[in-house]
């Protein structure tokens, strides 16, 4: 047996034994090596049916005290990571769940620390029991419909990974296109925003991180979320860029004159639109950032509202809305008669997915 068979525990235990005994150890492997001089016969019993113990047979020449060095071996499972990879593909095929090879690869690499690279370098290798419960769990979780992102608890956005919880929304590639347009659209010295409704802090912290001395305020209405915003913020080394603020955007604490931009992606789907959501979307993403009453405009005006005082003369209004929103929210900006340039810009899929305007330059 080589050792690396032993990867799983080796220790030392005191046993006391008469010529004959049955001897319990706690643990769930089931195989294992022995090296102690004075035994001569060890078995594994069939397994106890309490799957805590490993119940052993040793058979000794005389009743004595006496340490039992072991090496319990690792239960190898007879998987590959390639082979698992391929079943649980096949797994999440039958229960129809989107991109069902991406899932299984994602979910394999999370639960063995490994990434995009890994995967390749590392498919032949035999996964343990335990990494092989671990895969199968989620990947039954995935068959239910729970995003991969909730699963892993993780996700990229804008080449970088944003932690997230049940009170975020994952970070969509879409949102990406409002980061560009305030990169390209504001000058890269010093600048200040808020992100209303920040959720990962994906927005605000891809704003930090791009433009070092941009400063911003990321708003959001769920101490969880703002908990998540916050440890983003630490791991992505952008801290001291942004001040987390726990509150609502329809009235958000905002400075007047004090802004060079306000972006949000808020709640917008309208309550009615509930049954047409995908699953996913429907029974795990948080409803609280993804409703808005008004046929899903209240949250779209009132951050509106919030940046016509808050923004500086020629200060920059980015707004993310649902793909039938545009007109009827560009109409909204256009009746306050406060707004200049107002903009509804098209995502990769050519649906409507966000507002620009521009504050009067004083
Ligand atoms: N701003 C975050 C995002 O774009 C959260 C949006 C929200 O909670 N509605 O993902």
């Not at 990229?156 to 409002?178: M, S, V, W």
């Not at 769920?222 to 609502?248: I, S, Y």
Request: proline share 5%; with cysteine.
């Amino acid at each position: 047996m080589a050792a690396s068979d032993f990867n799983f525990y080796s220790g030392r235990v005191i046993v006391h034994c008469l010529h004959k005994s049955l001897v319990f150890l706690a643990g769930k492997q089931n195989s294992y090596s022995v090296y102690n001089t004075e035994i001569r016969q060890i078995k594994v019993k069939k397994r106890h049916k309490d799957k805590r113990f490993v119940p052993l047979y040793l058979s000794m020449p005389r009743p004595c005290f006496f340490t039992l060095r072991l090496a319990l071996r690792y239960t190898a499972s007879m998987q590959s990571l390639s082979q698992i990879v391929h079943s649980s593909t096949a797994l999440l095929a039958a229960a129809h769940v989107d991109a069902p090879r991406r899932s299984a690869q994602i979910i394999a690499a999370h639960v063995l620390g490994l990434d995009r690279v890994g995967l390749l370098l590392h498919e032949q290798d035999k996964l343990s029991a335990e990494q092989e419960k671990c895969i199968q769990a989620l990947i039954e979780r995935r068959a239910q419909g729970e995003p991969v992102a909730y699963l892993v608890g993780s996700k990229e956005f804008y080449g970088r990974t944003f932690l997230l919880n049940a009170h975020t929304l994952i970070p969509r590639p879409e949102t990406e296109l409002l980061v560009d347009y305030a990169l390209e659209h504001l000058p890269s010295h010093a600048c200040t925003f808020a992100d209303l409704g920040t959720g990962t802090g994906c927005i605000a912290l891809t704003l930090a991180c791009e433009r070092p001395l941009w400063r911003g305020l990321m708003l959001d209405i769920a101490p969880q979320a703002l908990d998540a915003a916050q440890k983003n913020a630490r791991q992505l080394g952008a801290a001291q860029q942004v001040l987390p603020l726990l509150g609502d955007l329809t009235c958000a604490p905002l400075l007047p004159h004090s802004l060079d931009l306000v972006i949000s992606n808020p709640p917008y789907i309208a309550e009615e639109e509930l049954a047409s959501l995908s699953p996913e979307v429907r029974n795990f993403e948080p409803a609280a950032a993804l409703f808005s009453p008004r046929s899903g405009l209240l949250h779209l005006e009132a951050a509106a509202r919030a940046a016509q005082g808050a923004l500086r003369g020629g200060g920059l209004l980015l707004l993310e809305h649902g793909a039938t929103q545009g007109e009827v929210l560009a109409a909204s900006l256009a009746q306050t008669h406060f707004w200049h340039d107002i903009k509804i810009h098209k995502d990769y899929a050519q649906l409507q997915r966000f507002c620009s305007a521009r504050a009067p330059a004083y």
